[in-house]
């Protein structure tokens, strides 16, 4: 099983910041890899996928970077409705697994 | 696409649970339903469905013998029954789909399941 671990687990902004949010695989996943977004009591939102493609409606203060086992979700100038955790996701033969998360808070 | 699952649920350890998962704007025939779950403050743990690639349904191990997952194709409803429950299985429950990245992500949710199991 390829495990997916996330840093930080907390990051504290405040509104207008940049959030640098990393996900490290313990074996390499190539590009696929996505990102996710929840907010409490919500289903996840994907936000990127194959490393670094926004989906349909995301917009364009999201962008996703990496290959192999490292991978970065940056969000320049958070906006209110960004505040929330954020789950990285890959699939490796057939199974599936998401990083910890890491939890986007107001500073 | 849309999908909605069936409201909260109660049960006491050894019990057994089935979730539904009503698809809509779509045939559940054109779609492969997988099945999630979150326990109070964890992340997100897969739990199983259909994999094109290898025309057949996968789980997770940890489930293997106590996780069914059917459809039906007649009323675009999928199901998730899980046996032998404990308060380990105590959760938010989750469908989904994928409209276009073969299954490596999944864009649409449904709103989630609660399952609490407790004497």
């Known amino acids: 099983e390829i495990v997916l671990t996330q840093s930080p687990g907390t990051l504290s902004l405040s509104p207008g910041e940049s959030a640098t949010l990393s996900c490290r695989a313990s074996q390499s996943v190539g590009t696929y890899l996505g990102w996710y977004q929840q907010k409490p009591g919500q289903a996840p939102r994907l936000l990127i996928t194959d490393a670094s493609n926004r989906a349909t409606g995301i917009p364009a203060r999201f962008s996703g970077s990496g290959t192999g086992t490292d991978f970065t979700l940056t969000i320049t100038r958070l906006e209110p409705e960004d505040y929330a955790v954020y789950y990285c996701q890959q699939r490796f033969d057939s199974m599936y697994t998401f990083g910890q998360g890491t939890k986007v808070d107001i500073k | 696409v849309q999908l909605v699952q069936s409201g909260a649920e109660m049960k006491q350890p050894g019990a057994s649970v089935t979730v539904s998962c009503q698809i809509s704007?779509?045939?559940?025939?054109?779609?492969?339903i997988h099945w999630w779950r979150q326990g109070p403050g964890k992340g997100l743990e897969w739990m199983g469905g259909?994999?094109?690639?290898?025309?057949?349904?996968m789980s997770a191990e940890t489930f293997q013998d106590r996780l069914t997952m059917t459809e039906d194709t007649a009323t675009d409803i999928a199901y998730m029954e899980l046996t032998r429950l404990t308060s380990e299985d105590t959760a938010f429950y989750f469908c989904?789909?994928?409209?276009?990245?073969?299954?490596?992500?999944?864009?649409?949710w449904g709103q989630g399941t609660l399952v609490t199991v407790s004497s």
């Open positions: 259909f994999d094109p690639r290898h025309s057949k349904v």
């Open positions: 989904s789909t994928d409209r276009g990245s073969a299954y490596f992500y999944f864009d649409i």
């Open positions: 704007g779509y045939g559940l025939n054109t779609l492969y």
